[in-house]
């Protein structure tokens, strides 16, 4: 017998996946300037007009890469969760673009770019919450989006030591346990 063909949207998940995929690697390895749409579809084997079908340009493709929203429908282990938010660490701690760096800077001091964050943030908090069992989910969620966001301006914006001085895989290596904490089974 054959291969089962895979229907068109699983098929359509596992090239954004690879995509995305691919971006991260590219995004952590060469950072955001660096990094270009050609590149990222050599890597993942597809052509650059479906990277911008899928994306629409370069911004919102490192967007997507750096969310920490993985696909509830998935069925994900908490082990397998905390994979793909720790996965996003490479990408976090690159270069990123001038845009993202700005929005960071000003999220604190400035109404509008507090209400772009506020509302980036809500939607990584809705979808990580959907993979997340129990009825705290949502707080669970937001603290573990939290941490991520504070490893991220620990280590771009205020540019501490203890996080730049050591790897993403040691820092993976410490905060897994922690995460695993937030999103695995509920604790009473």
């Known amino acids: ?3 089962r063909v895979l229907p068109r949207a699983e098929r359509r998940r596992k090239t954004e ?3 995305l995929d691919a971006a991260r690697r590219l995004f952590a390895d060469a950072g955001y300037e660096r990094t270009t749409i050609r ?3 050599k890597a993942a084997e597809v052509d650059p007009a479906l990277v911008m079908q899928y994306f629409g340009n370069k911004q919102e493709l490192f967007r997507q890469a750096v969310r920490v929203t993985p696909d509830p429908a998935a069925g994900l282990s908490a082990d397998e969760l905390v994979e793909q938010v720790l996965g996003t660490l490479d ?3 690159g270069e990123l673009p001038q845009g ?3 929005m960071m800077r000003s999220m604190l001091t400035h109404p509008e770019a507090a209400t772009s964050a506020r509302e980036a943030l809500g939607r990584q908090i809705d979808r990580l919450a959907q993979s997340i ?3 705290d989910a949502r707080l669970r969620a937001a603290l573990t989006v939290a941490i991520m966001l504070g490893v991220t301006v620990g280590h771009q914006l205020l540019e501490l030591d203890e996080l730049r001085e050591v790897s ?6 410490v905060l897994r346990p922690s995460l695993l904490a937030l999103t695995g089974p509920e604790v009473r």
């Not at 993403?168 to 290596?173: G, L, Q």
């Open 1 to 3: 017998m054959g291969e």
């Open 17 to 19: 996946g690879r995509i």
């Open 39 to 41: 590149a990222v579809a």
């Open 91 to 93: 990408v976090k701690m």
């Open 100 to 102: 993202t760096l700005a």
């Open 133 to 135: 069992p129990g009825d």
């Open 168 to 173: 993403r895989e040691e820092i993976a290596r």
